[in-house]
Nanobody
Framework: QVQLVESGGGLVQAGGSLRLSCAVS????????MGWHRQAPEEQRELVAR???????NYADSVKGRFTISRDNVKNTVYLQMNSLKPEDTAVYYC?????????????WGQGTQVTVSS
């Protein structure tokens, strides 16, 4: 069974930094794409950053220049380095991945990790 396990959320003051991690565990053939979404209270879930299937990266305009997505293919882990955090970055952050299992591409989500930025 494939699982995505996130860590690294917490409470930080505006201007501070946090790094989120998401590790994929279980039995699978390959990881097609991985990324991060977030959802603030009473808002829709939105893309923050991702690696596409082709290996390129996409960022939300609101985080460009402040957030950096990276990955360790050996550890099957994706990271989100968040710098210059703002109160509007407060949200639950979810890891997301498209993973090939027995020849079928499936989308998986982590359980979410809370990021709170105080002003």
């Amino acid at each position: 069974q494939v699982q995505l396990v996130e860590s690294g959320g917490g409470l930080v003051q505006a201007g501070g930094s946090l790094r989120l991690s998401c590790a994929v565990s279980g039995t699978f053939t390959s990881i097609r794409a991985m990324g991060w979404h977030r959802q603030a209270p009473e808002e829709q879930r939105e893309l923050v950053a991702r690696f596409t299937g082709g290996g390129s990266t996409n960022y939300a305009d609101s985080v460009k220049g402040r957030f950096t997505i990276s990955r360790d293919n050996v550890k099957n882990t994706v990271y989100l380095q968040m710098n210059s955090l703002k109160p509007e970055d407060t949200a639950v952050y979810y890891c997301n991945a498209v993973i090939i299992v027995r020849g079928v591409a499936n989308q998986y989500w982590g359980q979410g990790t809370q990021v709170t930025v105080s002003s």
